[in-house]
């Protein structure tokens, strides 16, 4: 009972302070040694914290869900100090954090360890044969103890105890690693601070390539062993972009090398931890993917947060553009630097039609409202950093940000900081440029516009129109404007197109496959061409149209198309097996056997992406039965809260089908 006082009283005292701890403590370095356990989805191991003390407290925290101390000590729930190995600390855990009561004294530094188990429910994620972390918005305290505050920044260091067989992946360096017959165990160490939200590990069946950059920081790219004919396509001008970024940066890469690895079901396209970047293994391309789908964009954005969000860190969502905003800017120049101008002025185009949507929708906010939409800090932040080039300039552009991140470099940061940076740069006043930009809820449209228009590429884009027809539009395609122009043109008269129009390059001949579905009988030729070109979007969009249009050639279609599988979604496969379905004349015997294999991309063993596109074909096809129902019930505890989201969608859906609903009804019940 007295304990249970004690501990009320505790939290009564101290329970309101916490916000305030960075004022009393500063966290050196964490330290972890740990082991996981997929059978029961556990994290343990022995953990060190070193901090210093700036003024007496009486307790300090460690952030911490649902953590369990684990110790060889007699005192249960102790932690021990261990330059003072005969002092015990008393220590309360409560749902979220791990406290140390003692009279802690200013100037002092102490060093504390104990034995801790966790069992994550985010943050760290057991997928199949892989152990991954994201850390940002889900906090890295649910699987080590650590501090949420993004405005602590701590040196951290990871060893990593698993199967043996798998490669284990963390920040910093890899500096040692053994084992013995069962298990194998990697030690890394990071030399600069960061915030807790960016620890990570990766831990799977991999293999590695490394490059090393200009300036020679080793660029290592991770692989799935059966996936080696895909690491140029997946990887594909990282080197370069990671020279570029330094030298238009002007602030040397900050750490000791960078690492990327794919995973299984991940969250996001990608996610920017210190020195090691985890991305969705949907970016995990072959060369004719790569003309679809890439990982360029998602590679340049990661990468370029390195520098801005991991080198230098927003104190606040209020600040958060200066993460992204600055990583979607950054990575904008990076991929100019590979694709030229028009590219770059392309994107930006996109950003503003992105951006003028939502504005029409009533959503537009400031850049400084921490409750913006991504769509605002990434595209919006990007075009504020175009416009504030523009008017500054380059140079003064450039040493502001290079002032910038050498002042603040491992620190955190607001917007002032990088504004006043620039004015002292350039010697303007840019009072006009922060209300427009970052304070106005109201887009500049007039301003974008007027920035796009200085690109001959733009302004021939705007130009060319077939809205009213005329006989310009028909010339256009065979004519020397842009691509992106004629698919402009083709997106407005479909059904004039003629078979000269073949003779295009890919995106054009996407953009054929893509807005003409009704297909004249003198394009058949041409238009059958479409299903040998190097784009899996292309050939799907043919494959439907070709089979819809041509029914006495469905066969024949089927048969050119049998062993193609497209994207890691299975997108031209899966709408194979769905027009076999459909073609009561081929393979008659084999229909069980093709409806038998769509159900089993619908299964729990499959990537989530597949499994929503096969959910997408069973609803069309009325082809749902107890394995996929059983599926789409689990797919409701998803941690791709997209997915799960989506599957408590379509059984909603499905609940109202009579055909479903008593079979549902009953699955749900087991």
């Not at 030229?340 to 850049?367: M, P, R, V």
């Amino acid at each position: 009972m007295r304990k249970i006082i004690q501990y009320c009283l505790f939290l009564l005292i101290f329970g309101n302070v916490s916000a305030q701890q960075t004022e009393y403590v500063d966290f050196k370095e964490i330290c972890a040694d740990l082991s996981f356990s997929k059978v029961d989805k556990t994290v343990s191991g022995q953990f060190s914290v070193r901090f210093s003390v700036l003024k007496d407290v009486d307790s300090i925290y460690l952030d911490a869900k649902k953590a369990r101390l684990l110790t060889s000590i007699t005192h249960a729930h102790d932690v021990v100090l261990i330059d003072a190995p005969n002092m015990i600390i008393e220590s309360y855990i409560s749902d979220d954090k791990i406290w140390m009561i003692n009279p802690f004294k200013a100037g002092r530094s102490y060093s504390v360890q104990f034995l801790y188990k966790m069992s994550p429910k985010r943050a760290l994620y057991f997928i199949d044969d892989q152990i991954w972390t994201q850390g940002q918005g889900k906090y890295t305290s649910n699987w080590l103890p650590s501090i949420d505050d993004v405005n602590d920044k701590i040196v951290f260091c990871l060893s990593l105890k698993y199967e043996k067989g798998y490669i284990a992946v963390s920040n910093g360096e890899l500096i040692e690693e053994g084992g013995d017959n069962n298990y194998h165990k990697f030690y890394y160490d990071m030399k600069k601070p960061m915030s807790s939200y960016l620890v990570a590990l990766a831990i799977g069946d991999y293999n590695v390539q490394i490059e090393t950059s200009k300036s020679g920081v080793p660029l290592e790219y991770y692989y799935y062993p059966e996936d080696s004919l895909k690491v140029e396509p997946t990887y594909r001008y990282t080197k370069q972009m990671f020279d570029f970024l330094e030298e238009e940066i002007g602030f040397p890469y900050p750490w000791q090398n960078y690492k990327q690895v794919p995973v299984k079901d991940f969250l996001y396209s990608g996610m920017e931890n210190t020195s090691l970047t985890i991305f969705s293994d949907s970016f995990v391309v072959d060369s004719t993917a790569f003309n679809d789908k890439n990982y360029i964009t998602v590679n340049a954005h990661e990468l370029a947060h390195q520098w801005f969000g991991d080198l230098v860190t927003a104190t606040s969502g209020e600040h958060h553009w200066l993460q992204e905003g600055f990583a979607t800017y950054y990575a904008l120049l990076a991929e100019r630097d590979v694709f030229g101008d028009n590219h770059y002025y392309w994107q930006l185009f996109e950003n503003a039609q992105e951006l003028i949507a939502q504005e029409a929708a009533g959503q537009s906010t400031s850049l400084l409202n921490p409750k913006s939409s991504s769509t605002t800090f990434y595209k919006k932040g990007a075009w504020a950093l175009h416009v504030l080039r523009e008017q500054v300039g380059d140079i003064a552009f450039k040493t502001a940000v290079k002032t910038y991140l050498e002042k603040h470099q491992f620190a955190n940061v607001e917007t002032n900081d990088f504004i006043s940076e620039v004015e002292a740069a350039s010697g303007q006043d840019l009072t006009g440029f922060v209300n427009e930009w970052l304070l106005e809820s109201k887009l500049p449209e007039d301003a974008m516009v007027k920035s796009l228009k200085q690109s001959s590429f733009m302004q021939e884009y705007f130009m060319v129109d077939c809205e009213a027809y005329t006989s310009k539009c028909k010339d256009y395609l065979s004519s020397y404007v842009s691509d992106k122009a004629k698919v402009k043109v083709i997106s407005q008269i479909p059904d004039k197109i003629e078979a000269s129009a073949f003779q295009n390059n890919l995106e054009v001949r996407q953009a054929i496959a893509k807005y003409v579905g009704e297909i004249p009988m003198e394009l058949k030729l041409a238009y059958e061409s479409l299903l040998d070109d190097k784009s899996y979007t292309t050939i799907e969009a043919a494959l439907y149209n070709l089979w819809a249009n041509f029914p006495e050639d469905r066969i024949k279609y089927l048969q050119k198309t049998k062993d193609i599988v497209g994207f890691n979604d299975y997108n031209v496969r899966l709408l194979w097996l769905a027009l076999h379905l459909n073609t009561v004349e081929y393979q008659p015997e084999k229909k069980q056997d093709v409806l038998e294999e769509l159900i089993s991309y619908s299964l729990p063993d499959q990537h989530f992406e597949l499994r929503l596109n096969a959910f997408n074909y069973l609803k069309l096809l009325g082809g749902f039965e107890r394995k996929s129902i059983t599926s789409l019930l689990e797919a409701r505890k998803h941690h791709n809260w997209r997915f799960s989201k989506y599957a408590k969608n379509l059984l909603a859906e499905l609940e109202t089908n009579d055909s479903y609903k008593s079979l549902i009804n009953t699955l749900k019940k087991n």
